[in-house]
């Protein structure tokens, strides 16, 4: 079993439905991130949590660290949110700048 | 600020050939990173650094090497081409501070590598 499994590993969605994408981890972590690749390739840092919530324009990211969970969710889904999601979580075991991946979440929003 | 650039963007390898790729920052950041990405699987960490001269194995480390003589470059190398190498390639870098976003990696655009 992965130590990070995201669901679901695809995504399709209209232009301005509510977006939730899950992150569920099976170790011990200091801080997940969430991280956001373009279909160009590129991978951006969109969300770094080690409890509560965070916002940030459409975008939320939530965590709950008894339960081992974490949900992204973007209101107002637009066609440009179309990309790959990544969960990541920092193994508080193997060390602080050390993170583990999730496979990926493929969004995909049509207008 | 160019933040984190890699060279090359591409690359095609014959079996057996070796290689070197270039990841550099200007961020003054203490920490580098190498990691690999295969279709189906999340990104997996090759080598890291968490200094000028030093590094340390990740998670699939076999067949590559690295080196971080300068702080502002992390080197990894590929002494003996093999087709299960090719990935994309993906260099990243993170501060080392105490404020709260000391952690959070910066990624580079990614290089290509096929290993024919």
């Known amino acids: 079993k992965n130590e990070v499994e995201q669901s679901p590993q695809n995504l399709t969605a209209q232009e301005g439905e509510f977006i939730t994408i899950n992150c569920s981890y099976s170790v011990g972590i200091s801080a997940l991130h969430w991280l956001q690749q373009h279909p160009g390739g590129g991978i951006v840092s969109l969300f770094m949590l080690s409890s509560g919530k965070k916002k940030h324009g459409r975008l939320i990211a939530t965590i709950n660290i008894q339960e081992k969970h974490s949900s992204l969710h973007i209101t107002a889904s637009h066609p440009r949110d179309s990309a790959v999601y990544i969960c990541?979580?920092?193994?508080?075991?193997?060390?602080?700048?050390?993170?583990?991946f999730g496979q990926g979440t493929r969004l995909t929003i049509n207008p | 600020n160019a933040g984190v650039t890699q060279t090359p963007k591409f690359r095609v390898l014959k079996t057996g050939q070796s290689m070197t790729l270039l990841c550099a920052q200007d961020?003054?950041?203490?920490?580098m990173y190498w990691y690999r990405q295969d279709p189906g699987m999340g990104l997996r960490l090759i080598h890291y650094?968490?200094?000028?001269?030093?590094?340390a194995k990740g998670e699939v480390p076999d067949g590559y090497n690295v080196s971080r003589l300068k702080k502002q470059n992390f080197l990894l190398g590929l002494e003996s081409a093999a087709p299960s190498q090719t990935s994309v390639y993906f260099c990243a870098s993170s501060p080392h501070s105490v404020r709260e976003n000391r952690y959070e990696q910066y990624f580079g655009p990614g290089t290509r590598l096929t290993v024919t």
């Open positions: 650094s968490v200094g000028e001269g030093t590094t």
């Open positions: 990541a979580v920092r193994d508080r075991i193997q060390g602080a700048q050390k993170l583990v």
């Open positions: 961020m003054n950041h203490e920490y």
